[in-house]
Every structure is written in structure tokens, then in C-alpha cells.
């Protein structure tokens, strides 16, 4: 989840809880107890609007291991797909 959480941000700029929490597909508070733990790595910054806190990516750095990261991962699912896929053609 906070992969996908990042991602979030990664493609805006800032959003708030609930947007993240309705675009990654869970509620409010779980996505709040997980920023909250890429808040204390670092990684997520937040500020107030009113009553409403936005998250964003505090640290360039994270931008780029969470590029690396999703790299891997899609290399992974794409050879998966590709034994997988094989299997099921044979």
C-alpha cells in the first residue's frame, strides 16, 4: 500500500488523504497510519489547508528509488507473464 501510496503522489504534486485513500482503494484511516509511517521515514511531507492535510514527496531520493522499485516490479510481473503465458499455450 505505500508503494501505491507514492505512486499517487508521484503523479500529482500533493493530494489529500481522502483522494489517496479513494484512489488506492481503502479507507481514510489506513491510508493516514501508513503516510504516517513514510512521514517518519522521511520519504512524505504534509501541511495543513484548513482542516484538511496534504501529502507530498518530501525527498527527491524517493522518487527515484520508487522509480527503481516499479521497474523491478513490472520486470518481474512481465516475466511471469511471459512463463506463465507459455504454460497456458502449451
Known amino acids: 500500500m505505500r508503494i501505491r501510496l507514492i505512486d499517487e503522489l508521484d ?3 500533493e493530494a489529500s ?3 489517496l485513500a479513494e484512489r488506492v482503494g481503502v ?7 501508513q503516510l504516517a509511517v ?7 511531507a504534509r501541511r495543513r489547508r484548513g482542516r484538511e ?7 527527491p ?5 520508487y522509480d527503481h522499485v ?3 516490479l513490472a520486470s518481474q510481473l512481465r516475466e511471469l507473464d511471459r512463463q506463465f503465458g507459455s504454460d497456458q499455450d502449451g
Open 17 to 19: 488523504v481522502q483522494t
Open 38 to 44: 513514510l512521514r517518519g521515514a522521511g520519504i512524505v
Open 27 to 33: 479507507t481514510a484511516y489506513n491510508a493516514s497510519q
Open 53 to 59: 492535510v496534504l501529502y507530498r514527496i518530501a525527498d
Open 70 to 72: 516499479a521497474a523491478g
Open 61 to 65: 531520493t524517493a522518487r527515484a528509488l
Open 11 to 13: 503523479r500529482d504534486s
